[in-house]
Nanobody
Framework: QVQLVGSGGGSVQAGVSLRLPCAVSGHTSALDTVGWFHHAPGEHRDQADLVARIIWTSGSTVYADSVKGRFTISRENAKDTLFLQMNSLKVEDTGVYHC??????????WGQGTQVTVSL
């Protein structure tokens, strides 16, 4: 199995930066893709949109158009940690961020949501 523990988040003003870590444990050698989804306040996780994902082994990344140039996803394999560096935050980035991990063996695993609130 794979376990994910997200952290970070908080309330910030527009324009500042936040970094969201997600600790990955368990059968990490089986990981294919990891990343984050985001949903707005009041929505549920099944309404979330992909923010960014990264191939665990190769480091190849994909970003949503809305965050390109502002967000950076990375992983520190030695520490089995995933990061989402969020710069130039906008009000519309407000919501809950869920880290996830996909593997052929275990399917999709979700971390708990992390709240980010961006205000003017």
């Amino acid at each position: 199995q794979v376990q994910l523990v997200g952290s970070g988040g908080g309330s910030v003003q527009a324009g500042v930066s936040l970094r969201l870590p997600c600790a990955v444990s368990g059968h990490t050698s089986a990981l294919d893709t990891v990343g984050w989804f985001h949903h707005a306040p009041g929505e549920h996780r099944d309404q979330a949109d992909l923010v960014a994902r990264i191939i665990w082994t190769s480091g190849s990344t994909v970003y949503a158009d809305s965050v390109k140039g502002r967000f950076t996803i990375s992983r520190e394999n030695a520490k089995d940690t995933l990061f989402l560096q969020m710069n130039s935050l906008k009000v519309e980035d407000t919501g809950v961020y869920h880290c996830y991990a996909d593997s052929m063996i275990h399917g999709r695993t979700w971390g708990q949501g992390t709240q980010v609130t961006v205000s003017l």
